[in-house]
């Protein structure tokens, strides 16, 4: 398991956004984040992590820039941080943590909180809470950026979301924590309507039931409860994934409702066709306007868009109308 390094020369800088520098190194795509390895340069002497590339992962099509050596050497910690990400590990960094700074809520009472084993189901979902106080709450289980989310970009442009959390190893929220319990009693503190919590870009995945990124949501519909909460999963269903395991109701949404059962809510998208049996005790949504209500959004999942596996997108944005209608 030992990493697969690179050197080599900066020769395009593409894109720059908040929080992450799009480019390429020796002509192959390559993405670098300058919170963790400062700015980036034309013609900069850097190191990458190839491994994902040349896996040729569905969502790692691109380098990762591990350390800038003309410029990247020495750069200062954050001022007052010592609590330590990525832990042990040659990537560690201090950052300051929301833990550290304001107080939190003893319990976060009825407030609803949806669960994405997915980040393509994030768009949808936020589309639904438009008017609603939204805080998104970014899990371990596939990508640990929340820079790397174009989604989050746009959705924050609508004005769909008011501020980001990043739990445990992932970073670049607008503040970080160190579990999604302490999360969930911030956005309570904060006076939010809404909780979407989500793992980032890609997943983790082994094909069976439990091994797998999105098993992130059965955290997180256990802090929700636990702490007093309204916990929803956004189901994931599919009528085009080749997968068998993938269609009518995902193995992976099977295997959180075979752990939870009725304390959570499922929202069910009025019309779907695909899984009757999981209609039953669910509630169901009417989902007429989730196209005009997502116009505009990076809508993708697999490659596939609004037209190939409709209800893909419908299923989420049900979770969503369903956490707007609970809103205390």
């Given at each position: 398991?030992?990493?697969?390094?690179?050197?080599?020369?900066?020769?395009?800088?593409?894109?720059?956004?908040?929080?992450?520098?799009?480019?390429?190194?020796?002509?192959?795509?390559?993405?670098?984040?300058?919170?963790?390895?400062?700015?980036?340069?034309?013609?900069?002497?850097?190191?990458?992590?190839?491994?994902?590339?040349?896996?040729?992962?569905?969502?790692?099509?691109?380098?990762?820039?591990?350390?800038?050596?003309?410029?990247?050497?020495?750069?200062?910690?954050?001022?007052?941080?010592?609590?330590?990400?990525?832990?042990?590990?040659?990537?560690?960094?201090?950052?300051?943590?929301?833990?550290?700074?304001?107080?939190?809520?003893?319990?976060?009472?009825?407030?609803?909180?949806?669960?994405?084993?997915?980040?393509?189901?994030?768009?949808?979902?936020?589309?639904?809470?438009?008017?609603?106080?939204?805080?998104?709450?970014?899990?371990?289980?596939?990508?640990?950026?929340?820079?790397?989310?174009?989604?989050?970009?746009?959705?924050?442009?609508?004005?769909?979301?008011?501020q980001t959390f990043s739990v445990g190893a992932c970073f670049g929220g607008d503040a970080e924590c160190v579990s999604v319990y302490s999360a969930l009693a911030h956005v309570e503190a904060k006076g939010f309507d809404v909780a979407v919590c989500a793992i980032g870009p890609g997943i983790v995945g082994t094909g069976t039931?439990?091994?797998?990124?999105?098993?992130?949501?059965?955290?997180?519909?256990?802090?929700?409860?636990e702490l007093g909460g309204q916990p929803i999963l956004a189901l994931r269903v599919s009528e085009a994934d080749p997968r068998a395991r993938h269609r009518g109701l995902?193995?992976?949404?099977?295997?959180?409702?075979?752990?939870?059962?009725?304390?959570?809510?499922?929202?069910?998208?009025?019309?779907?066709?695909?899984?009757?049996?999981?209609?039953?005790?669910?509630?169901?949504?009417?989902?007429?306007?989730?196209?005009?209500?997502?116009?505009?959004?990076?809508?993708?999942?697999?490659?596939?868009?609004?037209?190939?596996?409709?209800?893909?997108?419908?299923?989420?944005?049900?979770?969503?109308?369903?956490?707007?209608?609970?809103?205390?």
């Amino acid at each position: 398991m030992p990493l697969s390094l690179r050197r080599g020369l900066v020769t395009a800088v593409v894109a720059r956004e908040e929080g992450l520098a799009r480019i390429e190194v020796d002509g192959a795509p390559c993405v670098a984040y300058p919170l963790l390895t400062g700015p980036v340069a034309l013609g900069d002497d850097v190191v990458v992590n190839v491994q994902a590339r040349e896996l040729a992962l569905g969502s790692g099509g691109f380098d990762v820039l591990y350390v800038n050596l003309t410029r990247g050497l020495d750069l200062p910690g954050s001022e007052g941080a010592h609590v330590m990400k990525l832990p042990y590990t040659p990537l560690q960094f201090a950052a300051r943590h929301a833990e550290e700074d304001e107080p939190l809520a003893d319990l976060a009472e009825g407030l609803p909180v949806v669960a994405c084993s997915l980040h393509s189901q994030v768009a949808p979902v936020c589309a639904a809470l438009s008017g609603v106080r939204v805080a998104y709450v970014q899990l371990p289980g596939g990508a640990l950026p929340l820079p790397l989310s174009d989604s989050l970009r746009a959705l924050r442009g609508r004005g769909l979301f008011e501020q980001t959390f990043s739990v445990g190893a992932c970073f670049g929220g607008d503040a970080e924590c160190v579990s999604v319990y302490s999360a969930l009693a911030h956005v309570e503190a904060k006076g939010f309507d809404v909780a979407v919590c989500a793992i980032g870009p890609g997943i983790v995945g082994t094909g069976t039931a439990f091994g797998h990124g999105g098993m992130a949501a059965a955290v997180a519909l256990s802090a929700a409860a636990e702490l007093g909460g309204q916990p929803i999963l956004a189901l994931r269903v599919s009528e085009a994934d080749p997968r068998a395991r993938h269609r009518g109701l995902s193995h992976h949404a099977e295997g959180i409702l075979a752990l939870w059962g009725p304390p959570i809510r499922k929202a069910w998208p009025d019309g779907c066709p695909l899984d009757d049996r999981v209609a039953e005790g669910a509630d169901v949504v009417d989902v007429g306007d989730w196209r005009e209500s997502c116009a505009g959004l990076p809508l993708s999942h697999m490659g596939r868009g609004p037209d190939d596996d409709p209800w893909f997108f419908a299923a989420a944005f049900a979770a969503g109308r369903l956490a707007a209608r609970l809103v205390r």
